[in-house]
Each structure stands twice: as structure tokens, then as C-alpha cells.
């Protein structure tokens, strides 16, 4: 079975602090990894996956597999990265999502 | 607007009625999503399509519950019999072939009071 966790429900911090939102899973083959983000009053967007190690908006996440972890993070946190985020799980290429139950962030200034 | 879309936005039911939700998706993509989310927790898989065979279905969808794509373009999501732990948002979400990506529609609200 595959499971997702975010072990933080609710994550503050200061703008211009660093942030790193957690994510560990379990899978037994080799998954595929996104994260998502929810803004407020819009619909949920793909923030960035796994296979293309690039970075959105100064995030990065890698995929440790040793570890199965998914962290996301970010050096300088804005204001405007206040949202809800989910990692979620994929066995195969278009293939159902598994996701965790997401860590609200929000960015004081 | 090229994206998903849902109809309707909002439905507030009594407890014991049906309601059906649509999808449209993507024009160009070929598989389609139904998830739902409930307060506090993450989107859960309901079913998906390929064109227009579903080609897998959760233990979370009852049999009240039943999805169609009938000519593989949009979908419909019917609720028989509604009950209150229906009350959710029901997302919709399609993607090209082969890709994992989604686009998320904004979902419907269902309430069943």
C-alpha cells in the first residue's frame, strides 16, 4: 500500500526565513513525487515533481530514497507562499495520486 | 477558459436525494480524475478514465456512487441517495497521456443536509 504523511499541520514563519515542509513515504517500487500548492481561493496547481529537479517559485524538494523523503523547501520564505501544501505519490506515470493530508504555511511579515 | 471545469460550483441537497456533478476537462487530454477532499485532509482518489473506460475505481466509491465518460470528453459524477458524510469537495482533474501532471478543476461543494 502507499501512504503519504505530513507530519505538520500548520507550519509560521517569519519572511525571509528558511522553511522546509516535510514529507516521508512509503512505497515498495519507485514512485513518482510532486508537490502541490492551494492559494487561497484557487484550485489546487501542481508546484513542482521529482524527475525534473527544477526549481519554482525558490523551491526545491529532493527525493531521498534512503530516507523516502519528499521535503520541500525554500532559503527565504515571502509572504505570497502562504498557502496549503500537499506532497503527493504517483506508482506510475499518470497513474492515481496518493496524498498527504497537506501542512498550512503561513509567512508573517 | 482552457482549463477544467465543474458544474455547479455549489449543491446543497437533502439528506436521501441524488446529485450529479460534471467535468469538463482539458480538450487534448485523455484521462480523467475524480477525487474528494474533506475538511482538513487531502484530496482521497475516487476513479479515473482513459478516453472513455474506467479503468480503476477506489473501495471509497460506494455503490451509490457512479462515474461515466461516455464519448471520453466530459464526465459525470451521480450520488444516489446522498448522505451526510457525503458532504465534500469534489475535484475533478485531467492529464495528456502518459504524464503524471494534473490539471485540478476548482471542484464542487456538496453539502447534504
Known amino acids: 500500500a502507499q501512504r503519504v504523511t505530513q507530519p505538520e499541520k500548520l507550519l509560521s514563519v517569519f519572511k525571509g526565513a528558511p522553511v522546509e515542509l516535510k514529507c516521508n513515504y512509503s512505497y515498495s517500487g519507485s514512485p513518482e513525487l510532486f508537490w502541490y500548492v492551494q492559494y487561497s481561493r484557487q484550485r489546487l496547481q501542481l508546484l513542482l515533481r521529482h524527475i525534473s529537479r527544477e526549481s519554482i517559485k525558490g523551491f526545491t524538494a529532493d527525493l531521498n530514497k534512503g530516507e523516502t523523503s519528499f521535503h520541500l523547501k525554500k532559503p527565504f520564505a515571502q509572504e505570497e507562499d502562504s498557502a496549503m501544501y500537499y506532497c503527493a505519490l504517483s506508482p506510475t506515470s499518470g497513474s492515481r495520486l496518493t496524498f498527504g493530508e497537506g501542512t498550512q504555511l503561513t509567512v508573517n511579515p | 477558459d482552457t482549463g477544467v471545469s465543474q458544474d455547479p460550483r455549489h449543491k446543497i441537497t437533502k439528506r436521501g436525494q441524488n446529485v450529479t456533478f460534471r467535468c469538463d476537462p482539458i480538450s487534448e487530454h485523455n484521462r480523467l480524475y475524480w477525487y474528494r477532499q474533506t475538511l482538513g485532509q487531502g484530496p482521497e482518489f475516487l476513479t479515473y478514465?482513459?478516453?472513455?473506460?474506467?479503468?480503476?475505481k477506489s473501495r471509497l466509491l460506494s455503490d451509490r456512487f457512479s462515474a461515466e465518460r461516455p464519448k471520453g470528453s466530459f464526465s459525470t459524477l451521480e450520488i444516489q441517495r446522498t448522505e451526510q458524510g457525503d458532504s465534500a469537495m469534489y475535484l475533478c482533474?485531467?492529464?495528456?497521456?502518459?504524464?503524471?501532471?494534473?490539471?485540478f478543476g476548482s471542484g464542487t461543494r456538496l453539502t447534504v443536509v
Open positions: 482533474a485531467s492529464s495528456s497521456p502518459g504524464t503524471s501532471p494534473y490539471t
Open positions: 478514465f482513459q478516453n472513455e473506460a474506467q479503468l480503476e
